[in-house]
Every structure is written in C-alpha cells, then in structure tokens.
C-alpha cells in the first residue's frame, strides 16, 4: 500500500513540475510578446528631433546605421526609450533603433523615418459625396415576370456580385441607360458581357426576358454612381484634403468603388442615427448638386479616406487656424476632444482615450476612447463616424494635430 501511494506521489511530483514549467514557458513566451507588441516597428520623427517615446517597457535604445553605432545607450526611467546620438552621429531621412532590454538584451529594431514639419487645418464639417464609378458594378441579380407570367432569372448564376460590366456584344458600356437601350434592341438574342472579375477578365452569355411590360431585362442589378453625407477631416495650405478616414464602398456588396470622378458638396445634416456597442452612429443628410454648392473635386478612393482639391474654403472654416501635424506615437492616454458638426455647426466634444497600440498594423487602428461629452452621447450615442479629436501633448497651451481611426485627434 505504502509503495503505492509513493508512487502516486512521484507522479504527481512529475505532473506539478510539468505544468510549473509549462507555466513558466508560457509566462515568458507572453511577457516576449506583450514586449515585442509595445515597440512599433517604424517611427517617424521630426527633422531635427531626438526619438523619445514611453511605450511602457523598460529598454533603451542606440541609433545605429548598417552595422556602424552612431550614438551610445542611456538607461531611462518609467520604461522609456531615449537615444542620445553621439558625436559622429549625421542625420539622415532613416536610420535605425536597437531596443535593449535593460540596456543589455537587444529585443528589437526600430526603423525611424525623418520628417519635415506639417500643419493641417482640422475640418469636422459635414459634406456631401457623389461619386461616379469607373464601370457599372453588378450588385445581384433578380427574377424578370415574363409574358406568361412565370418568373425567371435569365441570369443567376452566371454574373456576381462585385463583377463589373465593361462591353455588351463588344459594345463598350459606360452607364445604366447605355445598357437598358443595348438590351432593348438585343431582339432576343443572347448577349455577351465582358465583366472584369476582381482581375480577370471575362466572357459570359444571357438571354434577355421578354417582361411582361414588353422590355427585354437581364435580371441584374446595376449601379454606376454613389451619393453619401461625411465629414471634412483636414485642409492643407494647398487646399488639398482628407475626408471619411474610411473608403467609398458599396453599401450592398461592401467593396471600396473604384472611382472614375466625383466631388463634394456642401449639405444639411436631416437626421442622425444614433451608435449601439461596437457599431458607430450615421449621419443623414441633404445634398445640393448645384454648382453653387460644390466645394471640390474626390481624386483618390482608398480604404483609408477619400482626397482630393478644394475649389473653395467651406465658410465656417475660414476663420479655424492649422496645426501641426503629429504621428500615433505621440499619442499619450487622457483627455481630447473630438470636433464634429453633429448638431449643424462645428464644435469639440469631450471623450477620454483609454488605449493605444504603437505596433498595430492598420492604418485605422491603434487607439481606444470613451466619449464622455453628456451632449454628445445624448445626440448620437457616442461615435458618429468622421470625427476629429484634440489634446495638447505637452501641456504647453499648443494643440497637435493627428489622423487616425476614423478620427482626427488633437490632444490636450
């Protein structure tokens, strides 16, 4: 019995060791992530300035150029990284930093990016988009009601969502009414689509439906522009700008639209749904397509904003002075405010932010703020998108000026 018993023993001596070292691996592998997580891989730096960046770890850091060291290591307190370049030290648009745990451990690289100062005029008003896609986009398909009455849907399974229609029978189809006056005269014979596919182009045949109003259909949905309310995000000194923080896409299919022309507009806010967790509010408003109203031209569509060149200033912000221009390093934890024209007219809002991630991939991520303006969470919930925000980093009295999430942030 007592045999037994100390073999049962030994074997949970074996098993207690075995998950206290399989504890401890797992303690170190997390501690190596959470460190390599809390140092970016790339930095940006203005001309002239030092690197000194808080990430909460306790490394330091020496500038170095391919395998020559240009500055010595100087420990820092509060996990600080702080370079001091050395006398042969030359600056240059990149150069790099070697992070030390404890000044000892080399853990990582930072890849530093010289940049000339920048200023911006934060916006935060609203404007009205129209967009005019390059080619019709298909967004589905649909049953036609033929003579008889049957339904049918000559074409499911054979165009896609997201395909976009580039010929007819070798006709090139540039808009909505070229194509339903193609297909009106098609006698019903079968037709040809060019689509281009994600990459790929390709050929596919439909035959029309004769619809109980007399009229040759396809059975596909189409659409060849796009009209939107968002907000103004920044003006440079060249009256060049930013707006959304997010990309044109198709409300239906999700996919950015790729852009043939489009401009912005003045417009009137008529309606704001209110944000729910984890899904921001939305704006509704009225736009005036006059040329009156056209504040300027959208040249580029990307999955972070649109850009493009002001015709003119917007009137209320004729009077709002530029800022420089700072990076997602120096964000710092506390109070900023976001600057929106939720109720008609542009003001700042309260929030407090919460969390940054200096390593994060995105170009839209990075930070987490809660709003705590009572106004603001009474009038949208929280967030509506296309939002700017400010703070001032240094407690000097002079606000930065920064660009990320949907966002701008300007810090107290």
């Not at 009256?239 to 912005?264: C, F, K, P, Q, R």
């Not at 990307?302 to 990076?327: C, F, R």
């Amino acid at each position: 019995m007592s045999d037994m018993l100390q073999k049962i023993w030994k074997k949970f001596q074996r098993s207690r060791k075995i998950v206290g070292y399989t504890g401890i691996v797992s303690c170190v592998i997390f501690a190596y992530v959470l460190l390599m997580n809390s140092i970016p891989d790339k930095m940006y730096v203005e001309r002239g300035k030092k690197p000194d960046c808080s990430f909460g770890v306790p490394v330091t850091g020496t500038i170095v150029a391919s395998t020559e060291v240009f500055a010595t290591q100087q420990p820092v307190r509060n996990g600080a990284i702080k370079v001091t370049p050395g006398i042969s030290y030359q600056p240059s648009d990149t150069y790099q930093v070697v992070c030390k745990l404890f000044g000892v451990v080399p853990v990582k690289q930072i890849s530093v990016q010289e940049v000339s100062k920048k200023e911006l005029l934060p916006a935060g008003t609203n404007i009205g988009i129209y967009v005019k896609n390059k080619q019709i986009m298909i967004i589905g398909t649909g049953e036609v009601t033929d003579e008889s009455g049957a339904k049918q849907e000559p074409a499911k399974n054979v165009v896609q969502s997201g395909d976009y229609l580039l010929a007819v029978d070798g006709e090139k189809i540039e808009t909505k009414d070229q194509l339903v006056k193609k297909i009106s005269f098609c006698e019903g014979k079968k037709v040809k689509l060019q689509l281009l596919r994600g990459r790929e182009k390709i050929e596919v045949s439909i035959k029309p439906v004769l619809s109980q109003d007399g009229v040759y259909q396809l059975g596909i949905w189409v659409r060849d522009d796009i009209a939107g309310v968002g907000t103004l995000t920044y003006v440079t000194d060249t009256m060049d700008y930013g707006a959304l923080g997010h990309g044109v896409t198709d409300a239906d299919i999700g996919s950015l639209i790729d852009v043939e022309e489009g401009s912005i507009y003045q417009t009137t806010i008529l309606e704001i749904r209110k944000g729910q967790r984890g899904q921001p509010g939305e704006m509704s408003g009225m736009i005036n397509y006059n040329e009156e109203y056209k504040l300027g031209t959208i040249e580029e569509n990307t999955n972070v904003g649109i850009y493009g060149s002001l015709t003119h200033m917007p009137q209320e912000l004729e009077e709002v002075k530029a800022m420089p221009v700072t990076y997602k390093e120096g964000i710092k934890k506390g109070k900023a405010q976001i600057i929106s024209s939720v109720e008609g007219s542009r003001r700042a809002y309260d929030i407090e932010i919460e969390q940054t991630n200096y390593h994060s991939q995105g170009n839209n991520k990075g930070i987490q703020f809660r709003v705590t303006d009572r106004t603001l969470l009474e009038d949208t919930g929280g967030i509506v998108q296309g939002m700017l925000v400010r703070y001032n980093r240094s407690n000097t009295g002079n606000l930065d000026f920064i660009r990320v999430l949907r966002c701008l942030l300007l810090f107290y």
